[in-house]
């Protein structure tokens, strides 16, 4: 069936959707708390610029205005963003980074990044803390190896003391 059917989109699709399906995943899926959902900021509170670009890129970053300046008009929080070399992106990303300040400001540790960073923390932890209980254990290993050595090594010495056993 596939085979009669020539490049038109419905082979495109079954195509990707065959190659999207995985048989085995060794990945696991988090069950922890889900996120709180991403911020939204109204368009009515937000004033936008373009201005013109600074720092690497040559004269084509110095003269177009691809820059985006946001200025959320109730709390006076202003970000500006140059990621890219468009516009439209960098007006995203600005929105996203607004957003997430404004939420920060309003929610404190309740906010989606303050969330993030404290699950990285306590990742970064639980790292921390498995890494020092495995050298920990290696540790103490080689300690109990090095003395059964020397309890090996005295033994030997006592018994060749110059007396051979007879009397």
């Known amino acids: 069936m596939l085979s009669t059917i020539r490049s038109s989109p419905m082979k495109r699709a079954i195509n990707t959707c065959i190659r999207s399906i995985r048989p085995f995943s060794c990945t696991t899926q988090l069950l922890g708390k889900p996120m709180p959902p991403r ?3 109204d368009d009515a509170d ?18 177009t205005n691809s820059a985006v300046q946001l200025i959320h008009k109730p709390t006076g929080i202003v970000v ?7 516009r439209s992106q960098n007006q ?8 997430e300040k404004v939420e920060q400001l309003e929610k404190g540790e309740q906010s989606r990044a303050a969330i993030k960073a404290e699950r990285e923390r306590k990742k970064k ?8 209980r495995k050298y920990r254990t290696l540790e103490e290993e080689k300690k109990r190896e090095d003395s059964e050595e020397g309890e ?5 010495k006592e018994g060749a003391g110059g007396h051979d056993g007879r009397l």
């Open 92 to 99: 995203k990303i600005a929105r996203q980074i607004l957003a």
């Open 152 to 156: 090996g090594v005295n033994e030997e």
């Open 46 to 63: 937000i004033t936008g610029t373009y201005l013109k670009g600074t720092g690497p890129g040559g004269q084509k970053i110095n003269k």
């Open 80 to 86: 500006k963003s140059q990621a890219t070399r468009s």
């Open 125 to 132: 932890a639980s790292k921390m803390k498995k890494s020092r």
């Open 39 to 41: 911020p939204k900021l």
